[in-house]
Every structure is written in structure tokens, then in C-alpha cells.
């Protein structure tokens, strides 16, 4: 694998060669120096991916193969992603400015995700329905074909690695489109799928602006699946087209997660893990508990660990061990980030911590934003109903039980929620009525593989991870066998 990125090819239909599409500059957001040039997709490479995945997924070598032949795929390109985390990890830190740590996480995350439905693929069990009349009846899961997975640049890897794992599984050809500011750990990882041996055309990377390559992937006739991570916006734009072609959509989308402390919780505990909650990958997150509710009672207390907690993180570049707090993705989303603060301010939201890009000089050629605190808004503002994907936290008073569910399910989003409490009756109520598809109790941000992450109401539909992920790159035949 090549240790830094000078990709000039990418892998298209079984082979590396040039995109015909606009090329691509990527940016390390740390510095502002441009990492890599790249040659991006047309619509004519989506359109000839599409075909040589059509062709490879019914080819008999890779159709025909028994669960634990395509498995040993699977691990192998596990193996592969842990024997080059270290370079991976780098490379996705150099290319999203996220912190080493985050991007070792994530990275392990991936390499984890590929042996975890390669050892499903091995132990799921196709149901044989009892005889039930003078027949015997089964349904069997089918490919689908050729899927396509659109992915956001917040953690490249591991959302790439969450959809491409189960389609393989599942007997499916990919395209992978990442977000075109960083596309580089994708193929990097391609470059990994190769050297595991998987046959050619099963993986094309087709990296490029999102209105045009991933919109040519949406509408091409032979793409039977679409699974995609991002912004809900794009989500309905892509559901619309979705819906004309009567394809199934996996859509993990955007958030306004709800973080609350309640009365009783450990407060030490509770602040770090808000905290973290929120300023983890400088907010660019679509879990960030980006809406912090603390009881009236204990406001001011809490409010002031908040802010000493959040004056405490100490932001600066992703590749230094000690920064807690990275750049921002790209220079235009720090501006789209400072432009949601001021807007805040003329909402009347008070200006607890930061909000403002940091003076230090050290940090003057990167796309920094300081960790922010606001409070002093309602939750109707907008600043609590829009996703800002930035470090940036409301924080909002509550008075009881009944007034914190009604404000945290007061939005359009239902992705997840944090609860800090030491009553489990109380964590057990909050989880059950809060709209959420993950509830964190004295904890946030933990994933595990085999449970299933949703989103509610506009945070999406489908279920990526979990076991039960394989089937939805399937379309179920169901046979009935005369006795
Ligand atoms: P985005 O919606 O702008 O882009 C996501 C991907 O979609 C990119 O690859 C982009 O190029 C592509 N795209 C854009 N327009 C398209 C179109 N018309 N047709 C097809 N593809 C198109 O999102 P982003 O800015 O890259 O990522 C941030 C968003 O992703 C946030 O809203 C965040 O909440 C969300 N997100 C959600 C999850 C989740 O699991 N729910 C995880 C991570 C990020």
C-alpha cells in the first residue's frame, strides 16, 4: 500500500485507471496544505462500474461460493486494514483532521466490522418453514445485485467498512462513493480489498461531487440497493429517486441528540461524559449530544464544570497525541460553523465558552473552531433544531420528567440520546419515551458492531450493524416444493 496519498487512479470495474470526472484536491485541515490531487469519477465510470459489477456479482465465482469461501475474503481484508492501521489511521487523520485516537478507533472499528460478517456469514441459518401442507416451503435470501454505498466524510472508514462488509456478505457487488473531501482512506482500503484477492469488478470507488456521482449511482439501472450516510437533506433527495425506481434505501441521516443529566446522576462523570459527547471529532458527528438538558436545580452548578470542563480541551492538530479537540473537516464548513454561532447570537443565545476560531498562532493556518457552550436560547430556536456538525452545545434548563421529554423529542430528529442518572427506573423510562434509535445510559458513543444503529423520524430508515444488516442487501424468493 502506498504510504501517502498520490492516488492518481482509482479503481473502477476491476481496474485502476484514471476517472474522467472533475478532479479533486484534498486538504489537510490541520495546515491548509494540499495532501493529494486526485482523479475523480464520471458518470460514464459510474455507468461502466455498474455493468462490471452486474457481471461479477453473477458470475458463478463469486455467486456460487459457499458462505465460509466468501467469508475468507471478509477476514482477509480485516487482516489487512489491522496489518496497516497504523498508515490508515494517519491518512484518515491527515485527510478529516480528526484526532489519531478517533481515527485508530475507527479504523480498528473497520477491520472488526469485516471479520464480525464473516464469521455471521458463517454461522446464519437459512429458515426451513415446518411442512405446512402437501409441500415443502422455504425463502431464501438473494443478492440483490449491484448496491451502492454513499458515505460522509466524518469517519470515512468505518462507515465504508459498515456497508461494503455486509453487501459482500451478502453475495453483492459495491460501488463505494466517500464524500469527495476525503476520499483518500477509501481507497487506500481498496487497494487492501485488491491485495485479499476479491475478483475484480466486486469493489469500484467512484469518488467525485455527490449531485453528480453519487446521483449517477442513485439512478443507474443496474444499482438495485442504495445504503447512505449523511445529511438528511441529501437523504430525502435521494429518497425521492429512490422511490421512482422502487429501490430499497438504508438512510443513516443527521441529528440533535438530546444529553441529559438528571438530578441524581454522578456530575463528575455526567460533564465528561457530555463532553465528550459533544466535542469528540470537534462535534462533527451526526450522535454529537449536541442539546444538553440539566435540571433548573442544578443549573449554575453544572453549568460552570460544563464550561471549566470544555476551557480544559485542548484543541490542536489530530497528528499531536495530546489534542482533544481537531480542526474542523475543511475551511468552508469552520466558516458555515462560525456563521451558525453568530446566527446563535442573534437568536439572544449567551456565549458561555468560545465561539470564536482560536488567536493562537500555532493553530492560525488550520480550520479550527474553539469548543462552544451557548445557552440562553429556547428549543425552538433554531440553533436547537438544526444540525450544526460542529463543537458547538446548547445547553437548556428543565423542570421536570414530563417538560424534558416534550422538549428533547421537540425536533424533527430521533437519532440518539445520552441519559446520566443513577436510578435504572428512571434510565428505563427516559430511554423508552425518548424518540431515539440509541440510548446511551452513563455512557456515550460506545458502538458495538453486532448492535443494530437506526435513526428515527428524519434521522433515517434501515438498520446498519448488527447481524441481521447481511439481509438487507437481500431480496427474499420464497420456493414451495411439491410432496
Ligand atoms: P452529505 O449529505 O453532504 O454527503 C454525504 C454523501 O452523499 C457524500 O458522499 C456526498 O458526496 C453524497 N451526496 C451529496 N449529494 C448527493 C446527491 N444528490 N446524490 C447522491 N449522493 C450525494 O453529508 P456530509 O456533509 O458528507 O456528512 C455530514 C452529514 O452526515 C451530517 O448530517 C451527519 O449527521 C450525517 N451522518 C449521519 C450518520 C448516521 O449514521 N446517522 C453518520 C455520519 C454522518
Given amino acids: 500500500m502506498r504510504r501517502l496519498p498520490t492516488a492518481d487512479e482509482i479503481p473502477v470495474a476491476g481496474r485502476w485507471q484514471r476517472g474522467r470526472g472533475t478532479p479533486l484536491e484534498c486538504v489537510d485541515p490541520a495546515t ?79 477491520a472488526g466490522t469485516f471479520r464480525f460478517y464473516a464469521a455471521a456469514l458463517e454461522t446464519t441459518e437459512t429458515p426451513l418453514t415446518p411442512q405446512r401442507g402437501p409441500y415443502l416451503t422455504m425463502s431464501v435470501p438473494e443478492p440483490i445485485g449491484v448496491v451502492g454505498a454513499i458515505t ?11 456497508k461494503i462488509a455486509p453487501a459482500l456478505a451478502a453475495g453483492n457487488a459495491v460501488l463505494l462513493k466517500p464524500a469527495e473531501a476525503t476520499p483518500l482512506v477509501s481507497l487506500a482500503l481498496a487497494r487492501l480489498v ?75 462523570q455526567a460533564a465528561a461524559g457530555i463532553l465528550f459527547g459533544i466535542f469528540s471529532s470537534s462535534g462533527q458527528s451526526c450522535i454529537a449530544g449536541s442539546r444538553i438538558f440539566v435540571p433548573e436545580t442544578l443549573y449554575a452548578e453544572f ?19 495530546d489534542s482533544q479537540v481537531g480542526p474542523l473537516v475543511t475551511f468552508a464548513h469552520r466558516d458555515r460553523v462560525a456563521a451558525l454561532v453568530d446566527r446563535a447570537r442573534e437568536e439572544g443565545a449567551n456565549v458561555l465558552c468560545g465561539g470564536r476560531i482560536p488567536d493562537d498562532p500555532e493553530l492560525a493556518g488550520g480550520a479550527y473552531y474553539l469548543p462552544t457552550l451557548l445557552d440562553g436560547l429556547g428549543n425552538d430556536a433554531l440553533t ?5 456538525f460542529g463543537p458547538v452545545g446548547v445547553v437548556l434548563p428543565y423542570r421536570d420528567e414530563d417538560e424534558l421529554i416534550a422538549l428533547a423529542n421537540d425536533t424533527i430528529f430521533g437519532l440518539a440520546c445520552g441519559i446520566w442518572t443513577r436510578d435504572y427506573r428512571r434510565a428505563w423510562r427516559l430511554a423508552r419515551r425518548i424518540d431515539a434509535g440509541t440510548a446511551w445510559i452513563n455512557t456515550y458513543k460506545q458502538f458495538s458492531i453486532s448492535t ?16 441481521d444488516a447481511i439481509l438487507q442487501y437481500t431480496r427474499q424468493k420464497s420456493l414451495y416444493w411439491g410432496l
Fill in 32 to 110: 491548509g496544505e494540499v495532501l493529494a490531487k486526485l482523479t475523480a469519477a464520471s458518470p460514464e465510470d459510474v455507468d461502466e462500474a455498474a455493468r462490471a459489477g452486474a457481471r461479477a456479482a453473477a458470475d458463478p465465482a463469486w455467486r456460487d461460493l459457499l458462505p465460509h469461501e466468501r467469508a475468507r475474503f471478509l477476514v482477509r481484508i480485516g487482516d489487512l486494514v489491522d496489518h496497516h492501521a497504523d498508515e490508515l489511521a494517519e491518512l484518515q487523520t491527515r485527510n478529516t483532521g480528526k484526532t489519531l485516537t478517533e481515527t485508530r478507533a475507527l479504523v480498528r472499528s473497520a
Fill in 152 to 162: 460522509p466524510w466524518n469517519s470515512p472508514i468505518a462507515s465504508d467498512a459498515q
Fill in 194 to 268: 485488491d491485495e485479499a484477492g476479491l475478483p475484480p469488478g466486486l469493489l469500484s470507488v467512484l469518488p467525485g461531487k455527490g449531485s453528480v456521482v453519487g446521483d449517477a449511482i442513485v439512478r443507474h439501472p443496474a444499482v438495485g440497493k442504495v445504503s447512505f450516510t449523511g445529511g438528511t437533506d441529501t437523504g430525502r433527495t435521494i429518497g425521492r429517486l429512490a422511490a421512482d425506481k422502487f429501490m430499497p434505501l438504508t438512510s443513516e441521516l443527521g441529528g440533535k441528540s438530546p444529553t441529559i443529566v438528571c438530578e441524581d446522576a454522578d456530575l463528575e
Fill in 303 to 321: 453549568v460552570e464544570r460544563l464550561v471549566a470542563g470544555t476551557r480544559r480541551l485542548r484543541v490542536g492538530p489530530g497528528t499531536d497525541p
Fill in 384 to 388: 436547537c433544531q438544526e444540525e450544526i
Fill in 452 to 467: 443494530p444503529f437506526s435513526g428515527m423520524k428524519a434521522s433515517g430508515v434501515g438498520t446498519d450493524k448488527g447481524r
